[in-house]
C-alpha cells in the first residue's frame, strides 16, 4: 500500500525555523518526484515546492523562494523540507504528495507561525 | 507567474444536478491543468490531468475539458460525496500555481 507521511509540524515563533519530513513506502521511493502543497486556515491550496525523484532539482513557488529549501535522502525513503524565517503567512497545513501531481498524499503536518 | 482563476467561488446545486466549474488562466496553456478535490481536514484528490484524463478509479460523471486559457471540470449528476472544494492547477510553468477553489454546497 503505498503511503506518505509528514512529520515535524510544530508551533514556532516568527523568524524561527523547523524542518518538515515525509517519509514514503509501499512504492519505489527513488523512482518519484515528491511535491509540497499547503493549505493555510480558510484559505485554498498553495503549491510550494518540487524535487525530482534524484534530488538534483528542485522548484519553488515565489512566496517561499530562498527561505525554504526541499531535499531528499532515498535511502530512507525521506523528502525534508527545510522552513527558515518563517511568517505569519507560513500557517497552514503541508501536505507531500508523489509525483508532481500528486497521485497519493500524506495526511498532512500543521505548521503554525505565532508569538 | 501564471494566475488561475475559478468561477464561481461558491456553486450552490443539489444531489443529481449538473456542475459546472471554470478555470481561466492568465496565459495560454498546453494543456497541461490538472483539477483536484478536497474535502474539509483531508488531503487533495487528483481528479483529472492533462486537461481531460480521468485518474484511474474517478468515476466517470467527472470530466474535463478546454484549451488554450480556458477550462472547465463537469459533474454530470452530483453525488452526496461530491460535495467539496475544486482546485484547477497549471503545470506548464515554474512556479506551479493553483486557482482559488470553486466550493460546491448543498442547496
Known amino acids: 500500500e503505498v503511503q506518505l507521511v509528514e512529520s515535524g509540524g510544530a508551533v514556532v515563533q516568527p523568524g524561527g525555523s523547523l524542518r518538515l519530513s515525509c517519509v514514503g513506502s509501499g512504492f519505489r521511493f527513488s523512482s518519484y518526484a515528491i511535491n509540497w502543497v499547503r493549505r493555510a486556515p480558510g484559505k485554498g491550496l498553495d503549491w510550494v515546492s518540487v524535487i525530482s525523484m534524484r534530488g538534483d532539482s528542485a522548484f519553488y513557488a515565489d512566496a517561499v523562494r530562498g527561505r525554504f529549501t526541499v531535499s531528499r535522502d532515498n535511502s530512507r525513503n525521506t523528502v525534508y523540507l527545510q522552513l527558515n524565517r518563517l511568517r505569519a503567512e507560513d500557517t497552514a497545513v503541508y501536505y507531500c504528495?508523489?509525483?508532481?501531481?500528486?497521485?497519493?498524499w500524506g495526511h498532512g503536518t500543521l505548521v503554525t507561525v505565532s508569538s | 507567474e501564471i494566475v488561475m482563476t475559478q468561477s464561481p467561488a461558491t456553486l450552490s446545486l443539489s444531489p443529481g444536478e449538473r456542475a459546472t466549474l471554470s478555470c481561466r488562466a492568465s496565459?495560454?496553456?498546453?494543456?497541461?491543468v490538472a483539477w483536484y478535490q478536497q474535502k474539509s481536514g483531508q488531503a487533495p484528490r487528483l481528479l483529472i490531468y492533462y486537461t481531460s484524463t480521468r485518474v484511474t478509479g474517478v468515476p466517470a460523471r467527472f470530466s474535463g475539458s478546454g484549451s488554450g486559457t480556458d477550462f472547465t471540470l463537469t459533474i454530470s449528476s452530483l453525488e452526496s460525496e461530491d460535495f467539496a472544494v475544486y482546485y484547477c492547477h497549471q503545470y506548464d510553468q515554474w512556479p506551479r500555481t493553483f486557482g482559488q477553489g470553486t466550493r460546491v454546497e448543498v442547496k
Open positions: 504528495g508523489r509525483d508532481e501531481l500528486g497521485d497519493f
Open positions: 496565459q495560454r496553456l498546453s494543456s497541461t
